[in-house]
């Protein structure tokens, strides 16, 4: 099974990271291609994104100045199937990408991955730890099985994370 590319560079506004492919997405060589995902809506409902984009156009991202990537790059069909020392190694390797990148600020869409990578529990939204200077934001996952949340409810997510994008946006200007 192929992996997915990430969509990382030097200086990115933000960068999203996923716990990894679904199946749906690694046959589609796409990040969250799965049908029922949230994330393309949102993202472009949000304000992120200037225009309605799908999975097929995720490398266009980084015009946005927005990023992606996953902590663990196989693809399975979900994370039940993927073990804690993989998620643990996943979480090691993240670091480095995003301590290389240095975006302003790192989204985890879904709290469990940012569980395992900060090895503490969480709550949603900003936490009170970065990675180098970027500001943590953590975020429900998009993916349809994180039914607890509803679609309205992760687009105030969204729309909470433009925000938190765009103050530190601010304070890089000033």
Request: aromatic share 8%; with cysteine; charged share 25%.
């Amino acid at each position: 099974m192929k992996t997915l590319p990430d969509y990382l560079r030097p200086g990115l506004d933000l960068v999203i990271v996923g716990i990894n492919p679904g199946m749906r997405s690694a046959a589609a060589g796409h990040h969250y291609a799965g049908p029922g995902n949230h994330f393309w809506p949102l993202l472009s409902e949000s304000g992120l994104v200037g225009e309605r984009l799908t999975a097929d156009d995720d490398a266009r991202v980084l015009e946005w100045g927005i990023g992606l990537t996953n902590m663990v790059p196989r693809a399975t069909r979900g994370v039940a199937d993927l073990a804690l020392a993989e998620l643990r190694a996943g979480a090691k390797a993240l670091r480095t990408k995003l301590l290389r990148c240095r975006p302003r600020v790192v989204c985890f869409n879904g709290k469990r991955i940012y569980e395992v990578y900060a090895a503490h529990p969480s709550a949603f939204g900003v936490q009170p730890e970065r990675i180098g200077d970027a500001v943590v934001f953590v975020m429900p996952s998009t993916s349809p099985r994180g039914a607890a949340y509803k679609r309205a409810d992760k687009a105030r997510f969204f729309r909470d994370l433009r925000r938190v994008v765009e103050a530190q946006r601010r304070a890089v200007a000033s």
